[in-house]
């Protein structure tokens, strides 16, 4: 069976840059994410992209990301 997971949105952007940059260090802190709307950022008027935390890990993240974002 599958485990449900629980996530909190942390911040939202429409800048691919930025994307790509949290990813990375995400990736390299072990934050379990997904970017909600990742595939329309490239469209024009284009709703901002949402990363969502996984929500134990929501406090983490946002300390890693405080002096980038």
Known sequence: MTEFID???VLSTS????IA???SILDSC???????GEN???CAYA???????KKDQVE??????????
């Open 40 to 42: 329309f950022v490239h």
């Open 47 to 53: 709703i901002p992209t949402r990363l969502m935390v």
């Open 30 to 36: 072990d934050i379990t994410y997904f970017f909600q």
């Open 21 to 23: 940059v949290i990813k």
């Open 60 to 69: 983490r993240a946002k300390e890693i990301l405080k002096d980038f974002f």
């Open 15 to 18: 800048n691919p840059g930025d």
């Open 7 to 9: 996530y909190t949105a």
